[in-house]
């Protein structure tokens, strides 16, 4: 037996529940230098931490003997952050501890409170509950550790987070102070080590999780979608890769409500998990997953600690998280105990900067992607008919006397098209996405600095290199032109100003793209929206992305004219972008094809807060308002001060400058 210094009657349940290897915080908690020592442990999520501190925790309570004596007052107590890992950590110590006779109670909110008195009444070897509802049975005397010899506090982190510090503080002041102390973190905080040193003796620290690397057993995708898609793209990311049990994470509990409800009309069987639900229902609904009866479980972040599904092999995060905590143990749901899993990143286009700030924090590198469309999952249905067991399978004899008769007034072509109506008559039906086309630019590798230059031609290249004062103009003459340090110190004449406006229209306006090679071809669309009507670019862009599904990457240049407006849409997304602008439900103007002016939207009147403010203009039969006035409120006739306004109509609408008006009163 591979794992060291174990119990006989622990080991003979280890090896009935064929765990073959241990992990190596198993092997770091059995070493003989830590045995019976307080432990600060920091190990990966799903690295076999319950097992671990279950075998640690065996010397103990256990000593030499193989089964343990009448159960009264418990001997070690066990604390988790919430009722699902609690319920979870007493089911692993029932198989783990079933041949010795251990006695095993769960203390958890939302239980049945007399039910939980009574199992203390009876006596129990172990406990283990959450921090509020042990903390209830202890103040009312229902729970007595004085002869406690172990307390665990597993995922403690998480524990400080939710704010259970005097929860955790009062349990631990009232066992006894020779206890021993097994602390298991995902990460460990300078609160952490804090609660270590007030609690714990001479602690040994344990380190097993690699820094600066992510999980090898998990592979991130970040799968880019478009606006207004987000059930869609988890609907085909579900039948894209057909796990058995897949978990799809949703930011609030409205959403979770949505989703499952979205999940299970289409054909799914999904099922809740939420903070609203009782326990006996998020009891349920892992139940349903685990035995097969559901396949996909929708939740909130009350699921991303502790739960481990043997089966669960896709993870998907329809809403990101918040921090990179909750999307490392978010996906640490999967890629458990050397099994392979796939964690999917949805990121629409106004969540890209936030995820990639996610994966950044986290140290993960995630391959960018574009949602599956209904070819690529139909190819997916394809190879997974194709290998099919049942196919392979050795036929009876009655099999084969059932074939006979199928084919009898039947091709084979017939039956198989049978058998395939068979197999995706329960398969729910793919959501038809729009083709993003190409990534952006950040999803592509860039070409390097010297691969840029090398593309060049040798006598640009070499034309560029050269100081700018030895630079030659391109139409032959070789006089060299001067090396000014600034473009605003070069000498200006009036004749020189209508070219250089035309050079500047002519110049790309978009000088990332020029730096990063060639440009891209575009398509210009027209906008009939222009200065008339106050257009401006800082709403114009944010009006085309929303009108056309399109994100700022794949708009070039916007220019601005008085009565309409022109702007660039790459090529490759200008037939998308057509076709979004016809089904755009929005008002927000008539947008055209430049190059054959098919018109693919109209509206006959503009945003209504785009139209251009009347310019103010004063009527000089009434006085202004805060011109001075007589006792009885009415204008006083006396000069306004700096109010004074000449009242003739000119061009700027009656109003004009304040110092013409002074000027003349004294040549008056």
Not at 35 to 60: E, I
Not at 215 to 220: A, F, N, R, T, V
Not at 518 to 538: C, M, Q, S
Request: overall charge positive; proline content about 6%; hydrophobic content about 35%.
């Amino acid at each position: 037996m591979p794992f060291p210094a174990v119990n006989p009657a622990l080991e003979r349940a280890l090896v009935a529940r064929a765990y073959a290897e241990p992990t190596p915080v198993q092997l770091a908690v059995l070493a003989p230098e830590t045995t019976g020592r307080d432990l600060l442990v920091s190990a990966q999520t799903g690295s076999g931490k319950t097992v671990a501190f279950g075998l640690a925790l065996s010397g103990t309570l256990l000593g030499e003997a193989e089964r343990f004596e009448r159960a009264a007052e418990p001997l070690a107590l066990i604390i988790a952050p919430t009722r699902e890992l609690a319920i979870q950590v007493q089911r692993e110590l029932v198989w783990l501890y079933a041949e010795t006779g251990a006695r095993i109670a769960s203390c958890v909110g939302g239980m049945d409170p007399r039910a939980e008195r009574d199992a203390l009444g009876a006596g129990a070897h172990i406990v283990v509950g959450t921090p509020g509802r042990l903390r209830d049975h202890i103040e009312r005397g229902r729970l007595v550790l004085s002869k406690l010899r172990a307390a665990v506090l597993d995922e403690a982190d998480e524990m400080l987070d939710l704010g259970f510090r005097e929860d955790l503080q009062f349990i631990l002041d009232a066992t006894p102070s020779e206890r021993q102390t097994l602390m298991f973190s995902a990460t460990v905080p300078r609160e952490i080590e804090h609660l270590a040193r007030t609690y714990q003796r001479d602690a040994v620290r344990i380190a097993t999780a690699i820094r600066n690397e992510q999980h090898g057993d998990i592979e991130y995708r970040a799968v880019r979608t478009v606006p207004n898609a987000l059930e869609a793209t988890v609907v085909n990311l579900l039948r894209f890769y057909d796990a058995p049990a897949a978990l799809v994470f949703c930011g609030t509990r409205d959403g979770v409500r949505r989703m499952q409800s979205g999940l299970f009309k289409r054909g799914f069987l999904a099922v809740a998990l939420s903070g609203e639900l009782s326990q006996a229902e998020r009891t349920e609904a892992l139940d349903q997953l685990r035995n097969g009866r559901a396949k996909v479980l929708v939740a909130t972040d009350v699921a991303a600690r502790g739960l481990d599904l043997a089966e669960l092999t896709l993870v998907i995060h329809a809403d990101l998280p918040n921090d990179r905590e909750t999307l490392l143990h978010r996906s640490g749901r999967t890629g458990r105990a050397g099994r392979k899993g796939i964690s999917a990143l949805v990121v629409p286009p106004n969540r890209r900067r936030r995820a990639e700030e996610l994966l950044g924090r986290a140290r993960i590198t995630a391959i960018w992607e574009n949602a599956p469309g209904t070819k690529e999952i139909a190819a997916k249905d394809r190879e997974r008919l194709a290998a099919l067991p049942i196919l392979d399978e050795l036929a009876t004899a009655e099999d084969l006397e059932w074939g006979r008769e199928l084919l009898e007034g039947r091709t084979p072509e017939q039956v198989a098209a049978a058998l395939v109506r068979m197999y995706r008559l329960g398969q729910p039906v793919a959501e038809g996405l729009k083709d993003l086309g190409r990534p952006p630019l950040a999803d592509r590798a860039r070409p390097s600095q010297g691969e840029r230059r090398g593309s060049q031609a040798p006598e640009a290249r070499a034309s560029r290199d050269r100081p700018f004062a030895t630079r030659t103009r391109q139409s032959g003459d070789t006089a060299p032109e001067p090396a000014y340090r600034s473009r605003e110190n070069a000498p200006r004449s009036d004749s020189d100003r209508p070219r250089r406006r035309e050079e500047n229209d002519a110049r790309p306006t978009r000088s990332k793209e020029r730096d990063a090679g060639p440009r891209d071809e575009t398509v210009w669309f027209g906008l009939d929206i222009g200065r008339d009507k106050n257009a401006d670019v800082r709403w114009l862009l944010p009006l085309i992305c929303r009108v056309g599904d399109v994100t700022k990457r794949e708009i070039g240049a916007i220019k601005v004219g008085d009565k309409e407006s022109r702007f660039e849409i790459h090529a490759e997304h200008a037939d998308n972008f057509a076709n979004a602008v016809k089904n755009s439900k929005n008002k927000e103007g008539s947008i055209w094809r430049i190059e054959d002016e098919d018109v693919v939207q109209h509206t006959p009147s503009p945003r209504p807060h785009a139209e251009r403010p009347r310019e103010k203009s004063y009527d000089t039969a009434k006085p202004h308002p805060r011109a001075p006035r007589d006792d009885r409120g009415k204008p006083s006739g006396k000069p306004a001060g700096k109010y004074a306004r000449d009242r003739r109509s000119d061009s700027s609408g009656g109003n004009a400058p304040l110092k013409r008006s002074w000027k003349e009163k004294r040549q008056s």
